[in-house]
């Protein structure tokens, strides 16, 4: 016979769960709870719970959830398992069965996504990775989906431009954020991009850095891994996302990650050569850039966020960042991108009085969209996904021992309280890189989440394919909220 166990309760009875006798409710907000004479737990639906099946007599549910050995959580780590629930009933399952699709379905989690895998990336592990970890959680779930290998540089992006978004729920890339940033690209270089970039985006880490994957997880207090990222897309919680959008002349790209100039796009990019090094390359590759410490000469500009305007100076009458042929930043939508319209960035209208100035040798200029730079840089401790602001963080002066400590303590955000960092919100910036300071070596990168924008003469590497040049003005803007993201709550 059915029991009510309270208002709030689907009707209940004992069952056999797993083969015991147990005591067991569900909640209409999506919650089971079990007891036995030997032992209790409960199932938060919307949190542990990938999909279930059902026969005449069971259901079987298909839980991620956090495994515990007695009382103690195992490290935070999710467990999958099966575990089988025996009705007498039948009109207690049916109406187990309908609560628990109603609550699945409440989440808006998605049935149909496309996903890039870049078989390159990181450790080249991409492939066994969604193969051993993440197609079964997303077989388990009931989500569908097309997968496809990037097979070069910019495939995604050429993809991302001409699918049919109203196939899919999501876009997800299983790779670093080189790919996400193409995918972004490619979604605002069609005509459609309004309704394109609606598509909620997703990231699994198997690449170098993937800082947005860990400032996903980290955001909803998951461990940063391949499972945890997949389970946060099945789960479908989304969340806005700022984009930024920096111009050169024409040239015009997106990002959602980061810029940097300086010391750490130097790393970045020149320990491609001690790559056999593996994690390593970049610790050992710092510490000989730290203790031969270059600084550049150049001119940036910024309008601080509210609460920041004391920062800097105010910006001279003959600044270079300011010349009468520079273009403003209104820009809105180009209709003249290969004769076809196309995102170029948000409509700002700012004074030239909002403007502060900087000017001088630099070791380090950063931006951030959000925190993490990478899986172990939080370089940005206060940046948020959708506050229409990116973080800006700037070295000029630092000896290189007190820059060896700050570096140490990007682990954990906390370079940004020395008296070397300057650390500020805001929501446009201009920078004219110059020449590296004492050389006749111009040097320099310019990083676009994780990849080369622009190179001065002398740098490593072939420059003729960057999107943009080193030495002229470059502009980033950024536009409150106009991605989504899948989020891990
Ligand atoms: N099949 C491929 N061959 C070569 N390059 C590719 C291929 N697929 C994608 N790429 C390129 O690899 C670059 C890096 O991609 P991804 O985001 O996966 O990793 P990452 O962490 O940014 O970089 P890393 O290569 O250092 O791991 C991107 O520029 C992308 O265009």
Redesign the pocket.
């Known amino acids: 016979m059915a029991l009510y166990s309270d208002e709030d309760a689907v009707p209940s009875e004992d069952m056999e769960l797993d083969g015991r006798i147990v005591k067991a409710t569900l909640s209409r907000t999506g919650v089971i709870r079990w007891t036995s004479s030997s032992f209790s737990d409960s199932l938060v639906l919307q949190d542990d719970l990938l999909g279930f099946s059902r026969d005449h007599s069971s259901l079987t549910l298909f839980t991620f959830k956090v495994g515990q050995v007695g009382c103690c959580a195992l490290n935070n780590a999710r467990v999958r398992k099966d575990i089988v629930l025996k009705f007498r009933d039948a009109d207690t399952l049916e109406s187990w069965s309908q609560t628990i699709q109603e609550c699945l379905n409440g989440a808006e989690r998605p049935k149909r996504l496309l996903i890039f895998l870049?078989?390159?990336?990181?450790?080249k592990l991409?492939k066994e990775l969604f193969q051993q970890q993440v197609e079964p959680l997303l077989s388990a779930a009931g989500v569908g989906y097309t997968l496809q290998?990037?097979?070069?540089?910019?495939?995604?992006?050429e993809v991302a431009r001409s699918m049919d978004p109203s196939q899919y729920d999501g876009i997800v890339?299983v790779?670093?954020?080189?790919?996400?940033?193409?995918v972004l690209n490619g979604l605002l270089e069609r005509k459609d991009w309004e309704t394109a970039i609606k598509l909620p985006l997703g990231v699994i880490p198997?690449?170098?850095?993937?800082g947005m994957a860990k400032s996903v997880l980290h955001h909803g207090q998951e461990i940063c891994n391949v499972a945890n990222a997949a389970f946060a897309i099945i789960k479908g919680s989304k969340q806005s996302l700022d984009v930024a959008t920096v111009m050169q002349g024409q040239a015009c790209f997106h990002s959602v990650l980061l810029l940097t100039w300086g010391i750490v796009a130097d790393v970045d990019f020149e320990s491609e050569k001690l790559r056999n090094l593996g994690s390593l390359r970049s610790d050992i590759y710092s510490l000989i850039r730290i203790i031969r410490l270059r600084k550049y000469q150049g001119t940036l500009a910024y309008v601080p966020a509210p609460g920041y305007e004391g920062s800097g100076d105010p910006v001279r009458e003959d600044s270079e960042l300011f010349a009468p042929d520079i273009t403003d930043s209104s820009a809105g939508h180009d209709e003249s991108w290969q004769g076809k319209s196309r995102y170029t960035g948000p409509r700002l209208v700012l004074e030239r009085s909002e403007w502060r100035s900087v000017r001088g040798k630099f070791i380090l200029v950063w931006l951030q969209n959000v925190p993490w730079a990478s899986e172990t840089v939080m370089a940005a401790p206060k940046a948020e996904f959708a506050d229409g602001f990116l973080d800006l963080i700037i070295i000029k002066d630092c000896a290189w021992w007190k820059l060896l400590g700050l570096f140490l303590k990007l682990s954990d955000g906390t370079h940004v309280n020395s008296r070397y960092v300057e650390y500020l919100k805001v929501k446009a910036f201009r920078l004219a890189p110059g020449g590296r300071v004492g050389s006749r070596v111009q040097g320099g990168y310019i990083d676009l989440?994780?990849?080369v924008l622009a190179r001065g003469r002398g740098a490593h590497g072939d420059g003729s394919k960057d999107p943009m040049l080193y030495g002229p003005m470059l502009e980033m803007t950024v536009d409150k909220g106009l991605a989504t993201l899948f989020c891990a709550r």
Do not use: I, M, W, Y
């Not at 198997?206 to 993937?210: E, H, P, R, S, V």
């Open positions: 870049n078989p390159f990336g990181g450790k991409a290998e990037t097979q070069h540089q910019n495939h995604a992006r890339c790779s670093g954020d080189g790919v996400l940033a193409e198997a690449g170098t850095g993937n989440d994780g990849e």
